[in-house]
């Protein structure tokens, strides 16, 4: 899968999911913080309830974007999005096969239009490595920008990746003990789906 044929077919069909779809995120990033981050809850829960959902849909979708924030040390910029270092984290709104992106309301990324930078069609080759919790690029989305050792966590099973960065840039997937590696291939390349459950750790480039 290395040509722009098959990444235009993969990001057709990411949109027409996205079209369909609606997302959900928020959380804080720590019990200490919590009333600092009150205020960006409340923005977030009126985003989420703007994307069509329940207020209790709302809350399950915090409570998800809470795992990520605790898990990852990031910052919550969307109801659905939290920013880490080197990485976004977009999460699947309650009853959606697939992430989507909702406006950036934080000051710092106003002008952050994210999206999935894998899957959106254009341009191949964007220097982005993705991770979909679900096979066929479905469920949340762990999306990597940066050289280096990334660890993740809470990611078992079967899901799926894309590899988009430069081209003929190849990924490694391993275990924190080493014992397991997986090379992708080259850019473009991508698989509809891969078990997540041996990986503890992404270096994309």
Same mark, same amino acid.
């Given at each position: 899968?290395?040509?722009?044929?098959?990444? +235009? +077919?993969?990001?057709?069909?990411?949109?027409?999911?996205?079209?369909?779809?609606?997302?959900?995120?928020?959380?804080?990033?720590?019990?200490?913080?919590?009333?600092?981050?009150?205020?960006?809850?409340?923005?977030?829960?009126?985003?989420? *309830?703007?994307?069509?959902?329940?207020?209790?849909?709302?809350? $399950?979708?915090?409570? +998800?974007?809470?795992?990520?924030?605790?898990?990852?040390?990031?910052?919550?910029?969307?109801?659905? *999005?939290?920013?880490?270092?080197?990485?976004? $984290?977009?999460?699947?709104?309650?009853?959606?096969?697939?992430?989507?992106?909702?406006?950036?309301?934080?000051?710092?990324?106003?002008?952050?239009?994210?999206?999935?930078?894998?899957?959106?069609?254009?341009? $191949?080759?964007?220097?982005?490595?993705?991770?979909?919790?679900?096979?066929?690029?479905?469920?949340?989305?762990?999306?990597?920008?940066?050289?280096?050792?990334?660890?993740?966590?809470?990611?078992?099973?079967?899901?799926?990746?894309?590899?988009?960065?430069?081209?003929?840039? $190849?990924?490694?997937? +391993?275990?924190?003990?080493?014992?397991? *590696?997986?090379?992708?291939?080259?850019?473009?390349?991508?698989?509809?789906?891969?078990?997540?459950?041996?990986?503890?750790?992404?270096?994309?480039?």
């Amino acid at each position: 899968m290395h040509h722009s044929s098959t990444k +235009r +077919r993969i990001g057709k069909a990411a949109a027409l999911a996205f079209a369909a779809g609606t997302l959900t995120a928020a959380g804080a990033l720590s019990a200490g913080s919590a009333n600092a981050i009150t205020p960006a809850h409340a923005d977030f829960t009126a985003q989420a *309830k703007s994307a069509g959902l329940s207020s209790a849909n709302a809350k $399950v979708l915090q409570t +998800r974007v809470d795992g990520y924030l605790a898990r990852y040390h990031g910052t919550q910029i969307a109801a659905n *999005k939290v920013s880490a270092k080197g990485m976004y $984290v977009t999460v699947a709104l309650p009853g959606e096969k697939y992430a989507r992106t909702l406006p950036d309301t934080s000051e710092v990324h106003a002008n952050d239009a994210w999206q999935d930078k894998c899957l959106n069609g254009s341009p $191949v080759y964007s220097g982005w490595f993705c991770l979909y919790k679900g096979e066929t690029f479905q469920g949340d989305v762990l999306s990597m920008y940066t050289c280096g050792d990334h660890a993740i966590s809470g990611w078992y099973g079967n899901g799926s990746w894309v590899n988009d960065q430069t081209q003929n840039t $190849v990924a490694l997937l +391993r275990s924190a003990s080493g014992g397991y *590696k997986f090379y992708t291939p080259g850019a473009y390349s991508s698989s509809y789906s891969f078990n997540w459950t041996p990986v503890d750790v992404v270096h994309p480039c």
